[in-house]
Protein backbone atom coordinates (compact mmCIF):
# COMPACT_ATOMS: atom_id res chain seq x y z
CA UNK A 1 0.00 0.00 0.00
CA UNK A 2 1.66 3.22 -1.26
CA UNK A 3 1.61 6.44 0.89
CA UNK A 4 -1.17 8.12 -1.13
CA UNK A 5 -3.70 5.22 -0.08
CA UNK A 6 -2.92 5.50 3.68
CA UNK A 7 -3.06 9.15 3.25
CA UNK A 8 -6.35 8.67 1.37
CA UNK A 9 -7.62 6.04 3.78
CA UNK A 10 -6.94 7.88 7.21
CA UNK A 11 -8.15 11.48 5.84
CA UNK A 12 -11.34 12.61 4.27
CA UNK A 13 -11.18 15.97 2.75
CA UNK A 14 -14.40 15.93 0.24
CA UNK A 15 -17.85 14.26 1.57
CA UNK A 16 -20.72 14.41 -1.21
CA UNK A 17 -23.45 12.09 -1.25
CA UNK A 18 -24.00 11.05 -5.58
CA UNK A 19 -27.43 9.89 -4.34
CA UNK A 20 -27.57 7.25 -7.61
CA UNK A 21 -30.27 5.26 -5.85
CA UNK A 22 -33.97 6.51 -6.13
CA UNK A 23 -35.97 5.91 -2.93
CA UNK A 24 -33.52 6.74 0.27
CA UNK A 25 -34.60 9.46 2.14
CA UNK A 26 -30.87 9.46 4.70
CA UNK A 27 -27.31 8.17 3.73
CA UNK A 28 -24.79 7.81 6.57
CA UNK A 29 -21.14 9.03 4.86
CA UNK A 30 -19.29 6.03 5.52
CA UNK A 31 -16.59 6.45 7.75
CA UNK A 32 -14.80 3.27 8.81
CA UNK A 33 -12.03 4.20 11.27
CA UNK A 34 -11.07 7.56 8.88
CA UNK A 35 -10.93 10.92 9.91
CA UNK A 36 -12.08 14.25 8.16
CA UNK A 37 -9.66 16.53 7.30
CA UNK A 38 -9.81 20.10 8.92
CA UNK A 39 -10.90 22.68 6.14
CA UNK A 40 -11.84 19.92 4.02
CA UNK A 41 -15.25 20.59 1.43
CA UNK A 42 -18.69 19.42 2.38
CA UNK A 43 -20.65 19.39 -0.92
CA UNK A 44 -24.43 19.74 -0.78
CA UNK A 45 -26.28 19.37 -3.97
CA UNK A 46 -29.76 21.25 -4.76
CA UNK A 47 -32.62 18.84 -2.75
CA UNK A 48 -29.87 17.43 -0.15
CA UNK A 49 -29.34 18.60 3.14
CA UNK A 50 -26.56 17.75 5.48
CA UNK A 51 -26.03 16.85 9.23
CA UNK A 52 -23.48 16.57 11.78
CA UNK A 53 -23.94 14.25 14.54
CA UNK A 54 -20.91 14.35 17.38
CA UNK A 55 -21.44 10.95 19.79
CA UNK A 56 -25.33 10.94 19.22
CA UNK A 57 -25.77 14.66 19.56
CA UNK A 58 -26.73 16.38 16.47
CA UNK A 59 -24.74 19.26 15.71
CA UNK A 60 -24.52 21.64 12.81
CA UNK A 61 -27.16 21.43 9.86
CA UNK A 62 -25.99 22.44 6.27
CA UNK A 63 -28.25 23.58 3.37
CA UNK A 64 -27.28 22.79 -0.15
CA UNK A 65 -24.09 24.43 -1.28
CA UNK A 66 -20.12 23.92 -0.80
CA UNK A 67 -18.91 24.20 2.79
CA UNK A 68 -15.70 24.45 4.27
CA UNK A 69 -14.98 22.74 7.17
CA UNK A 70 -13.40 24.64 9.91
CA UNK A 71 -14.39 25.96 13.75
CA UNK A 72 -16.29 28.80 11.83
CA UNK A 73 -18.58 26.84 9.97
CA UNK A 74 -18.81 23.98 12.53
CA UNK A 75 -20.05 26.03 16.07
CA UNK A 76 -21.64 22.98 17.68
CA UNK A 77 -19.36 20.49 16.89
CA UNK A 78 -16.63 23.22 18.06
CA UNK A 79 -18.89 23.69 21.02
CA UNK A 80 -19.41 19.91 21.99
CA UNK A 81 -15.63 18.95 21.18
CA UNK A 82 -14.22 22.11 22.96
CA UNK A 83 -12.13 22.65 20.26
CA UNK A 84 -10.06 26.08 20.85
CA UNK A 85 -9.17 28.44 18.68
CA UNK A 86 -6.23 27.20 16.99
CA UNK A 87 -7.86 23.97 16.43
CA UNK A 88 -6.89 22.57 12.93
CA UNK A 89 -6.13 19.00 13.63
CA UNK A 90 -8.54 15.96 12.01
CA UNK A 91 -11.39 15.10 13.52
CA UNK A 92 -14.17 12.28 13.92
CA UNK A 93 -18.31 13.08 13.34
CA UNK A 94 -20.89 10.85 11.47
CA UNK A 95 -22.50 12.84 8.65
CA UNK A 96 -26.06 12.20 7.56
CA UNK A 97 -27.13 13.19 4.10
CA UNK A 98 -31.21 13.54 3.43
CA UNK A 99 -32.63 14.01 0.21
CA UNK A 100 -35.08 17.08 0.19
CA UNK A 101 -36.80 16.14 -3.04
CA UNK A 102 -40.80 15.87 -2.97
CA UNK A 103 -41.20 12.50 -3.06
CA UNK A 104 -44.74 12.27 -6.13
CA UNK A 105 -47.11 9.93 -6.51
CA UNK A 106 -47.01 8.06 -3.17
CA UNK A 107 -50.54 6.04 -2.81
CA UNK A 108 -52.40 5.59 0.48
CA UNK A 109 -55.83 3.63 0.91
CA UNK A 110 -57.74 1.90 3.44
CA UNK A 111 -57.19 -1.99 3.59
CA UNK A 112 -60.54 -2.57 5.58
CA UNK A 113 -63.55 -0.26 5.54
CA UNK A 114 -63.55 2.27 8.19
CA UNK A 115 -66.34 3.96 10.35
CA UNK A 116 -66.86 7.44 11.15
CA UNK A 117 -69.79 9.83 12.50
CA UNK A 118 -71.86 11.58 10.42
CA UNK A 119 -74.23 14.36 10.85
CA UNK A 120 -76.68 12.84 8.57
CA UNK A 121 -76.78 8.98 8.61
CA UNK A 122 -74.93 8.77 11.72
CA UNK A 123 -72.04 6.16 11.42
CA UNK A 124 -71.01 5.79 7.84
CA UNK A 125 -68.58 2.76 6.84
CA UNK A 126 -66.25 3.40 3.80
CA UNK A 127 -63.24 3.10 1.69
CA UNK A 128 -61.13 5.39 -0.05
CA UNK A 129 -57.75 5.42 -1.58
CA UNK A 130 -55.14 8.01 -3.69
CA UNK A 131 -52.21 9.33 -3.80
CA UNK A 132 -50.31 12.03 -1.89
CA UNK A 133 -46.42 13.73 -2.21
CA UNK A 134 -44.53 14.99 0.56
CA UNK A 135 -40.70 15.89 1.33
CA UNK A 136 -38.24 16.25 4.27
CA UNK A 137 -38.72 20.02 5.49
CA UNK A 138 -36.50 19.50 8.96
CA UNK A 139 -33.78 17.24 8.13
CA UNK A 140 -32.43 17.34 12.39
CA UNK A 141 -36.18 16.75 13.49
CA UNK A 142 -36.61 13.58 10.88
CA UNK A 143 -32.98 12.52 11.82
CA UNK A 144 -34.34 12.44 15.66
CA UNK A 145 -37.76 11.11 15.56
CA UNK A 146 -37.47 8.92 12.23
CA UNK A 147 -34.62 7.73 10.74
CA UNK A 148 -32.37 7.64 13.75
CA UNK A 149 -28.27 6.12 13.21
CA UNK A 150 -29.28 3.56 10.18
CA UNK A 151 -26.56 3.57 7.68
CA UNK A 152 -29.69 4.12 5.23
CA UNK A 153 -33.37 4.41 5.63
CA UNK A 154 -36.00 4.56 2.93
CA UNK A 155 -38.87 5.90 1.28
CA UNK A 156 -40.60 2.44 1.66
CA UNK A 157 -39.87 2.54 5.90
CA UNK A 158 -41.17 5.73 6.42
CA UNK A 159 -44.39 5.13 4.40
CA UNK A 160 -45.23 2.21 6.44
CA UNK A 161 -45.79 4.38 9.11
CA UNK A 162 -47.37 7.24 7.47
CA UNK A 163 -50.26 5.07 5.79
CA UNK A 164 -51.25 4.51 9.52
CA UNK A 165 -51.05 8.50 10.11
CA UNK A 166 -53.20 9.35 7.22
CA UNK A 167 -56.10 6.51 8.06
CA UNK A 168 -56.02 7.91 11.67
CA UNK A 169 -55.93 11.39 10.65
CA UNK A 170 -58.41 11.13 8.12
CA UNK A 171 -61.12 9.00 10.78
CA UNK A 172 -61.30 11.89 12.92
CA UNK A 173 -61.18 14.86 10.30
CA UNK A 174 -64.19 13.82 8.47
CA UNK A 175 -66.04 12.97 11.74
CA UNK A 176 -65.25 16.52 13.22
CA UNK A 177 -65.38 18.71 9.87
CA UNK A 178 -69.04 19.58 10.40
CA UNK A 179 -69.69 19.18 6.29
CA UNK A 180 -72.24 15.94 5.66
CA UNK A 181 -70.14 13.30 4.51
CA UNK A 182 -72.69 12.82 1.26
CA UNK A 183 -71.42 16.75 0.44
CA UNK A 184 -67.97 15.39 0.57
CA UNK A 185 -68.41 11.86 -0.86
CA UNK A 186 -69.82 13.72 -4.21
CA UNK A 187 -66.66 16.74 -4.25
CA UNK A 188 -63.48 14.56 -3.86
CA UNK A 189 -61.61 17.54 -4.17
CA UNK A 190 -63.34 19.05 -0.56
CA UNK A 191 -62.64 15.62 0.83
CA UNK A 192 -58.92 15.72 0.20
CA UNK A 193 -58.68 19.73 1.50
CA UNK A 194 -60.68 19.06 4.57
CA UNK A 195 -57.78 15.74 5.17
CA UNK A 196 -55.05 17.70 4.67
CA UNK A 197 -55.58 20.28 6.75
CA UNK A 198 -55.50 17.69 9.62
CA UNK A 199 -52.75 16.10 8.10
CA UNK A 200 -50.18 19.16 7.82
CA UNK A 201 -49.73 19.10 11.67
CA UNK A 202 -48.94 15.55 11.80
CA UNK A 203 -46.18 15.45 9.10
CA UNK A 204 -44.60 18.57 10.68
CA UNK A 205 -44.16 16.65 13.59
CA UNK A 206 -41.64 14.36 12.06
CA UNK A 207 -39.96 17.09 9.92
CA UNK A 208 -42.00 16.33 7.00
CA UNK A 209 -43.75 18.67 4.95
CA UNK A 210 -46.94 17.65 3.04
CA UNK A 211 -46.77 18.96 -0.60
CA UNK A 212 -50.80 17.23 -1.89
CA UNK A 213 -53.20 15.06 -0.65
CA UNK A 214 -55.60 13.64 -3.24
CA UNK A 215 -59.04 11.45 -3.03
CA UNK A 216 -59.53 9.32 -5.66
CA UNK A 217 -61.53 7.14 -5.38
CA UNK A 218 -64.35 6.73 -2.28
CA UNK A 219 -66.24 3.20 -1.97
CA UNK A 220 -69.51 3.82 -0.05
CA UNK A 221 -71.96 0.91 1.59
CA UNK A 222 -74.83 -0.17 -1.11
CA UNK A 223 -77.32 2.19 0.69
CA UNK A 224 -75.55 5.24 1.56
CA UNK A 225 -74.85 4.83 -2.13
CA UNK A 226 -78.38 4.54 -3.18
CA UNK A 227 -78.79 7.74 -1.32
CA UNK A 228 -75.89 9.78 -2.94
CA UNK A 229 -77.42 8.14 -6.44
CA UNK A 230 -80.62 9.84 -5.40
CA UNK A 231 -79.63 13.23 -4.46
CA UNK A 232 -77.29 13.33 -7.88
CA UNK A 233 -80.55 12.23 -9.38
CA UNK A 234 -83.22 14.97 -8.26
CA UNK A 235 -80.09 17.75 -8.59
CA UNK A 236 -80.38 16.65 -12.42
CA UNK A 237 -84.52 16.53 -13.01
CA UNK A 238 -84.77 20.05 -11.13
CA UNK A 239 -88.18 21.86 -11.84
CA UNK A 240 -90.67 18.65 -11.40
CA UNK A 241 -93.63 19.92 -13.02
CA UNK A 242 -91.32 20.47 -15.93
CA UNK A 243 -89.81 16.97 -15.72
CA UNK A 244 -93.34 15.95 -15.78
CA UNK A 245 -94.69 17.61 -18.57
CA UNK A 246 -91.55 16.41 -20.60
CA UNK A 247 -92.17 12.71 -19.60
CA UNK A 248 -95.48 13.03 -20.98
CA UNK A 249 -94.55 14.89 -23.91
CA UNK A 250 -92.26 11.76 -25.00
CA UNK A 251 -94.90 9.08 -24.01
CA UNK A 252 -96.97 10.30 -26.70
CA UNK A 253 -94.92 8.57 -29.85
CA UNK A 254 -94.43 5.69 -27.92
CA UNK A 255 -98.02 5.18 -27.06
CA UNK A 256 -98.71 5.55 -31.00
CA UNK A 257 -96.60 2.79 -31.78
CA UNK A 258 -98.68 0.88 -29.67
CA UNK A 259 -102.65 -0.43 -30.70
CA UNK A 260 -104.67 1.09 -28.94
CA UNK A 261 -102.35 3.35 -27.46
CA UNK A 262 -103.18 6.69 -29.26
CA UNK A 263 -107.28 6.02 -27.90
CA UNK A 264 -105.99 6.21 -24.30
CA UNK A 265 -104.28 9.30 -25.20
CA UNK A 266 -108.05 10.81 -26.35
CA UNK A 267 -109.62 9.39 -23.42
CA UNK A 268 -107.11 11.44 -21.12
CA UNK A 269 -107.69 14.40 -23.44
CA UNK A 270 -111.18 14.25 -23.08
CA UNK A 271 -111.15 13.84 -19.62
CA UNK A 272 -109.32 16.99 -19.75
CA UNK A 273 -111.65 18.83 -21.71
CA UNK A 274 -114.61 17.54 -19.31
CA UNK A 275 -112.48 19.32 -16.59
CA UNK A 276 -112.25 22.29 -18.55
CA UNK A 277 -116.33 22.86 -18.80
CA UNK A 278 -116.55 22.53 -15.11
CA UNK A 279 -113.82 24.72 -14.45
CA UNK A 280 -115.71 27.18 -16.57
CA UNK A 281 -119.71 26.22 -15.29
CA UNK A 282 -118.53 27.27 -11.86
CA UNK A 283 -116.78 30.53 -12.83
CA UNK A 284 -119.84 31.39 -14.81
CA UNK A 285 -121.96 30.59 -11.34
CA UNK A 286 -119.83 32.50 -9.25
CA UNK A 287 -119.88 35.84 -11.09
CA UNK A 288 -123.66 35.49 -12.51
CA UNK A 289 -125.13 33.46 -9.83
CA UNK A 290 -128.64 35.03 -10.86
CA UNK A 291 -128.31 34.11 -14.47
CA UNK A 292 -129.77 30.19 -15.87
CA UNK A 293 -126.94 28.21 -16.06
CA UNK A 294 -126.35 26.87 -20.02
CA UNK A 295 -126.53 23.00 -20.07
CA UNK A 296 -123.67 21.82 -20.33
CA UNK A 297 -123.02 18.22 -22.39
CA UNK A 298 -120.90 16.05 -19.66
CA UNK A 299 -118.11 13.93 -21.37
CA UNK A 300 -119.43 10.54 -22.43
CA UNK A 301 -117.96 7.10 -23.27
CA UNK A 302 -117.81 6.64 -26.86
CA UNK A 303 -115.77 4.94 -29.32
CA UNK A 304 -112.19 6.58 -30.39
CA UNK A 305 -110.11 5.69 -33.36
CA UNK A 306 -106.58 5.51 -32.83
CA UNK A 307 -104.07 6.21 -35.29
CA UNK A 308 -102.87 3.22 -36.23
CA UNK A 309 -106.99 2.10 -36.85
CA UNK A 310 -106.88 0.61 -33.28
CA UNK A 311 -110.56 0.96 -31.32
CA UNK A 312 -110.70 2.11 -28.10
CA UNK A 313 -112.58 3.33 -25.38
CA UNK A 314 -112.83 7.72 -24.91
CA UNK A 315 -114.91 10.51 -23.65
CA UNK A 316 -117.08 12.11 -26.39
CA UNK A 317 -117.81 15.42 -25.19
CA UNK A 318 -122.03 15.62 -25.23
CA UNK A 319 -121.64 12.04 -26.95
CA UNK A 320 -125.84 10.99 -26.42
CA UNK A 321 -125.82 11.98 -22.76
CA UNK A 322 -129.50 13.86 -21.72
CA UNK A 323 -128.14 17.61 -20.47
CA UNK A 324 -128.14 18.34 -16.50
CA UNK A 325 -130.58 20.02 -15.31
CA UNK A 326 -129.66 24.20 -14.83
CA UNK A 327 -128.30 24.55 -11.41
CA UNK A 328 -130.76 26.25 -9.08
CA UNK A 329 -129.95 30.54 -8.54
CA UNK A 330 -127.97 31.37 -6.51
CA UNK A 331 -128.76 34.38 -3.99
CA UNK A 332 -127.71 37.51 -5.21
CA UNK A 333 -125.26 38.23 -2.23
CA UNK A 334 -121.71 40.29 -3.43
CA UNK A 335 -120.28 38.39 -0.20
CA UNK A 336 -121.51 35.20 -1.43
CA UNK A 337 -120.18 35.57 -4.89
CA UNK A 338 -116.30 36.35 -2.94
CA UNK A 339 -116.64 33.00 -0.99
CA UNK A 340 -117.30 31.10 -3.75
CA UNK A 341 -114.50 32.34 -5.51
CA UNK A 342 -112.06 32.05 -2.78
CA UNK A 343 -113.26 28.54 -2.31
CA UNK A 344 -112.10 27.96 -5.74
CA UNK A 345 -108.58 29.56 -5.80
CA UNK A 346 -108.47 27.52 -2.47
CA UNK A 347 -109.48 24.29 -4.39
CA UNK A 348 -107.14 25.64 -7.31
CA UNK A 349 -109.46 25.38 -10.07
CA UNK A 350 -108.63 28.87 -11.13
CA UNK A 351 -105.34 31.27 -11.24
CA UNK A 352 -104.99 34.30 -8.94
CA UNK A 353 -105.12 36.22 -11.48
CA UNK A 354 -108.66 34.79 -12.49
CA UNK A 355 -109.85 35.58 -9.20
CA UNK A 356 -108.77 38.86 -8.86
CA UNK A 357 -110.16 39.65 -12.26
CA UNK A 358 -113.41 38.28 -10.81
CA UNK A 359 -113.50 39.68 -7.75
CA UNK A 360 -112.93 43.15 -9.06
CA UNK A 361 -115.86 42.77 -11.37
CA UNK A 362 -118.26 42.63 -8.20
CA UNK A 363 -116.89 44.88 -6.52
CA UNK A 364 -117.67 46.77 -9.18
CA UNK A 365 -121.17 45.62 -9.46
CA UNK A 366 -121.59 46.49 -5.69
CA UNK A 367 -120.62 49.74 -5.70
CA UNK A 368 -122.05 50.84 -8.45
Request: hydrophobic share 45%; glycine share 10%; net charge negative.
Amino acid sequence: MGLGSFIKKQFIDILEWQEDQDGILAWRYPMADNEIQYGGSLTVRESQAAVFVNEGKVADVFPAGMHKLTTQTLPVLTYLKNWDKLFQSPFKSDVYFFSTRVQLGRKWGTPQPITIRDADFGMVRMRAFGIYSYKIADPKLFYTEISGTRETYTRDEVEQQLRNLVISTMTSALGSSGVPFIDMAGNQGLMGEKIKEALVPVFAKYGLELDNFAVENVSLPEELQKALDTRISMGMIGNMQTYTQYQAANAIPLAAQNEGGMAGIGASMAAGIGMGQVMAGAMNTALNPGAAQQPVAPAAAGVVMGADGGVGVGMVAGAGVTSAAPAAPAADDPQAKLAKLKGLLDAGLISQADYDTAKAEVLKKLLG
